[in-house]
């Protein structure tokens, strides 16, 4: 089944909000087997919107439009579906007592303009909107389908939850299960060699994504039913997970943060963190994760140099290799242990800026973790502005943390 | 100027993702007075990539691709560009030598795979991408352009301000300025009531718009020159800021961490932090702008009561008190004082999970701002899920240290 999505806004079209919608609808299909093949954004101007709903009639058996129902004139979603089918919009009675129902609730008057959003047409069956004034419209003639949605998302997913998606689960005939192996320390272009001929089948599908939290590996089947999707992706999975073997640190919605958290609550170990060139970055995503408090202590963000040697960095150290040092990430990862009093400590000292500090590279790192026997150090450059350099510290910090419990 | 979009990436289709790029360039063109009139999003499929890139080519002045220049199989956009204008890619002998240096001094192996982000087409100006492997085409032919882009936000943005904007800048002849004043503490509804009139406008245009930082209130004007739209501003963002006054906080992309920085800098203060339920993202906010180190000692993210006490809030105030409570968030205030040496402390308890602690509802917060002499407190309650009740206690420890600053 073809499916495409349609947004509606002239607000989109100058980039003053986001559209979510049309994420929010793909990430729904994969389940039912329909494969999304465009999504268009247009604004709320008639010719392009019935040129645009004109070719997804066509070319597509299932067309889903997001906004444009209000009741402005420059809202025209449903006349132009309207004329792309050459039908004829009529009020509809109960739509109208519902709506003019809907403002007396609210002890507000009914705006006669709002008449419109209780029109409907011959191949439409109205999806009702608890949450607005808009009511949707499953357009069915032809072997084509169009729904018809508001565009406000929490009106739109509502809509989509009750109405649309046991529709969809009622027609599904294939369904789509994926599972995804999270890696990293390996870049895209190095996992896809390795996984060479694994590539060429197109079901099961494989796919090879570069993510903020390192390289994704997604298999993909599509079956009659979800046991035998699974049957297709296991082999294909066992024969990655060999391949790539130790890099792989998690499955489908993990994230690093989460599975060092797994990791030091089976090892019953605390975690206390000093870091500067971050901060406090790493903390954040470690207490983003549910029950953080059974393992975290905390983190001492010390940002000035004054206050890294206050909570218990050496002034030697700092004052004989340097704040961006193996040495100083070493100290802070003991001040870490010692201050909050964890089993486990991590210190990372580098530079989040763009400026070249104590003869080092924007973007260089220094991370250090340690249970007061081993030590485990990395460095690293990288730098793609200050907030990206932050993002892949945390990263980084996580996987060495990983590293060192993995290896206990 | 007819200007469309095309976002591309099977991962964009499957709902993995969602395209800000799109949104990120929409909301770049109308100050060149360029109309962007489709947005499209496609995954990596040679024909239907293929026929959107053509049909674009046709209809628009210029087009912007993002996506598909990665080194796998699977990223086509160049081939597919190559293809719609019957061009031949050949490998840029200095784009090669760029390429194999970037794993050069990474050390990594260079995948010859990743060849094809060397090559380039007769028509095409290739643009720098210093943040990755792929660099972008500036493709121009019979009155046409395409601007081919990674999909990265990342590397796409960066090669956008370096390149791209000033290109534009250099072509536009209608320009459209803005000018942002961003609020707080003040509701959509009423900061539409007091600017009343200043609405009617249409040239220069007052947009009005809430985020999560506040309500925004946009002056847009279009004109000839930068200078006369200017002009046409000027006016209209003096009676703005008369009618609103100390509600704005800031301006365009200032962000409200910025803000706060600001008036630290300004007063010649530093600031330091002990933060318990935010777990290091007020201190993660702060530094994520330059600069911070002026102004920014540090953050104590004591998330386990003893940490709290062990860096000095007095254990007798949390047994009598309790954890979640203003006398502990203001010793919490002072203990950061005194433990990073700073001018001014800010101390931050309460439930960023869901459940209820201490017979407080999740998402209470207890804040208190001091200087040693003065103490502001504030105290609340907002749960929507706990990343956004940690973003929004972070966005009510700015404020609250914005209005402390502000009555100095």
Redesign the interface.
């Known amino acids: 089944m073809r499916a495409e999505i349609i947004s509606i806004g002239t607000e989109?079209?100058?980039?003053?909000?986001?559209?979510?919608n049309?994420?929010?609808?793909?990430?729904?299909?994969?389940q039912f087997g329909i494969d999304?093949?465009?999504?268009?954004?247009?604004?709320d101007?008639v010719a392009?919107l019935q040129e645009?709903i004109a070719r997804a009639w066509q070319r597509s058996d299932l067309v889903f439009t997001t906004g444009g129902l209000g009741p402005t004139e420059d809202d025209l979603t449903r006349e132009c579906v309207a004329a792309v089918l050459g039908e004829q919009m009529t009020v509809d009675a109960e739509q109208e007592a519902h709506l003019r129902q809907w403002f007396a609730q609210r002890t507000r008057e009914f705006p006669e303009r709002n008449l419109k959003q209780a029109t409907t047409i011959p191949s439409c069956r109205v999806l009702p909107n608890p949450r607005g004034t808009a009511p949707g419209w499953w357009v069915q003639r032809d072997g084509h389908v169009i729904v018809v949605m508001p565009g406000p998302p929490a009106e739109m997913t509502h809509m989509w939850e009750r109405e649309v998606d046991p529709e969809l689960e009622r027609r599904s005939t294939a369904v789509l299960v994926s599972r995804t192996l999270k890696t990293s320390g390996l870049?895209?272009?190095?996992v896809?060699?390795r996984l060479g001929d694994l590539?060429k089948s197109a079901n099961p599908y494989l796919?090879?994504?570069?993510r903020r939290d390192g390289v994704h590996v997604?298999i993909s089947a599509k079956a009659p039913t979800r046991e035998e999707a699974w049957a297709l992706i296991v082999p294909v999975e066992q024969e990655v997970r060999r391949i790539l073997g130790p890099a792989i640190w998690g499955v489908d919605d993990d994230s690093l943060a989460a599975g060092v958290g797994k990791l030091l609550r089976d090892a019953g170990l605390t975690l206390g963190?000093m870091e500067?060139a971050?901060?406090?970055?790493?903390?954040?995503a470690?207490?983003?994760g549910?029950g953080?408090?059974e393992y975290?202590?905390?983190?001492?963000?010390?940002?000035?140099t004054?206050?890294k040697i206050?909570?218990g960095v050496p002034g030697g150290v700092v004052f004989t290799h340097g704040v961006i040092s193996e040495a100083t990430a070493e100290a802070m990862a003991r001040a870490a242990r010692e201050?909050?009093?964890s089993d486990v400590g991590l210190g990372i000292t580098g530079i989040?800026?763009?400026a070249e500090m104590e003869g080092q590279p924007p973007g260089t790192m220094h991370i250090a973790v340690t249970d007061g026997d081993r030590m485990l150090y990395r460095q690293y450059a990288y730098y793609?502005?200050?907030?990206?350099a932050?993002r892949r510290a945390v990263t980084e910090s996580l996987n060495l943390l990983r590293s060192f419990l993995q290896s206990e």
């Open positions: 989109i079209m100058l980039g003053e909000i986001t559209d979510t049309a994420a929010f609808i793909a990430s729904k299909l994969p999304l093949l465009y999504v268009t954004q247009v604004g101007d392009r645009v870049g895209e272009g190095s896809d060699e590539w796919g090879i994504y570069a997604r963190v500067s971050t901060g406090g970055a790493i903390a954040d470690i207490t983003d549910e953080s408090t975290f202590l905390g983190s001492l963000v010390t940002y000035a004054q206050a206050d909570l201050r909050l009093g989040a800026g763009g793609q502005g200050r907030e990206a932050k």
